[in-house]
């Protein structure tokens, strides 16, 4: 299980000096995320979409990554919720 400050340490990581660390930062993000996709929509994607803008191609790649694993579990959890029939209220 991972805890709100292993997001936060993450996500302080993604702003590290070497580019190694902010790429590995990244993925850990994606990876994070795409376990508990509504939550990562909170912190975790706004600071990718922040890496986006970095100037090694490396970051760029793992941000792009992270944020397509996060999207497509998003995806996934939407349309598993339309085949059950919607929202918390569903008749029997």
Excluded: C, W
Excluded at 28 to 48: D, I, M
Excluded at 58 to 63: L, Q
Aim: no cysteine.
């Amino acid at each position: 299980m991972t805890t709100r400050k292993d997001v936060r340490r993450l996500i302080k990581q993604t702003r590290h000096k070497d580019a190694s660390l902010r790429a590995l930062a990244a993925l850990e993000l994606g990876e994070v995320g795409s376990k508990y996709p509504k939550r990562a929509l909170g912190n975790v994607v706004p600071t990718l979409r922040k890496i986006l803008n970095d100037s090694d191609s490396d970051v760029i790649t793992s941000a792009r990554e992270a944020l397509g694993d996060i999207r497509s579990a998003y995806l996934e959890e939407q349309e598993k919720m339309k085949r059950m029939g919607g929202g918390k209220f569903k008749m029997k």
